[in-house]
Structures are given as C-alpha cells and as structure tokens.
Nanobody
Framework: QVQLVESGGGLVQPGGSLRLSCTAS????????IGWFRQAPGKEREGVLC????????YYVNSVKGRFTIITDNAENAAYLLMNNLKPEDTAVYYC???????????????????WGQGTRVTVSS
C-alpha cells in the first residue's frame, strides 16, 4: 500500500506563497488520483484540490481557485501543491492522499481517499 509523506509547511504572511511536497513509497502515484486536503482547527477535513492522473480532470474547492495548483512528478513519484496569495483562512494542516483512478473525471471526498500521511501545518498570519 502506498505511503505518503507531506512536507513544506510553515508560517507565511498573507499574500505569500508556499510549496508543499508529497512523496510516495510502496506504490506509484500515477496509479491513483492525487488529492490535497486540509483540516483547520475545529473543522472537518476538506478536499482542496484533487487531480485525475488519467484525464487530468482537476477539482478545486472554490476558495482556492486561481491561487492553488498541483504539479505531479512521475520521475520523483511525488506531487506538489503550489499555493499563492495565501490568506489567513488557508491556515490548516494539509494532507495528501491517493484516490480512485476513474476512467473519466475525479472525486475529491475524504472517504474515497487513502494513504494519509501525518500532514504538514500551514499558518498564514502577519
């Protein structure tokens, strides 16, 4: 079973940028859909951005559209979440996970994903 490790979180000022990394072992990321999720204090975990490695379909939660994007690196068996123009409401622990590789489209619900790592904390504050 694929195991994932997230890294790259930290403290950043509003308007700043971060790149989160997700490295995989025990499996090949390209065999799955790849998702980034986050959990803010006192809130449920939510899907932020999920991408199909089959047709490239990408789901974005509305609040990150135009600011976040995902890059996958098959050679490194890794995925990255590029976050720009960060806002205080982006503060959360961020997780990557793998989901079902559908023939068409992508799902981005927590219950459909697996391989959860320990997460990496992102704090957006001045």
């Amino acid at each position: 079973q694929v195991q994932l490790v997230e890294s790259g979180g930290g403290l950043v000022q509003p308007g700043g940028s971060l790149r989160l990394s997700c490295t995989a072992s025990g499996g090949i990321l390209n065999d799955y859909a790849i998702g980034w999720f986050r959990q803010a204090p006192g809130k449920e975990r939510e899907g932020v951005l999920c991408r199909s490695t089959n047709d490239g379909s990408t789901y974005y939660v509305n609040s990150v559209k135009g600011r976040f994007t995902i890059i996958t690196d098959n050679a490194e068996n890794a995925a990255y979440l590029l976050m720009n123009n960060l806002k205080p409401e982006d503060t959360a622990v961020y997780y990557c996970a793998v989901g079902p590789k559908l023939r068409l489209g992508v799902v981005c619900s927590v219950s459909e994903y697996d391989g959860w790592g320990q997460g990496t904390r992102v704090t957006v504050s001045s």
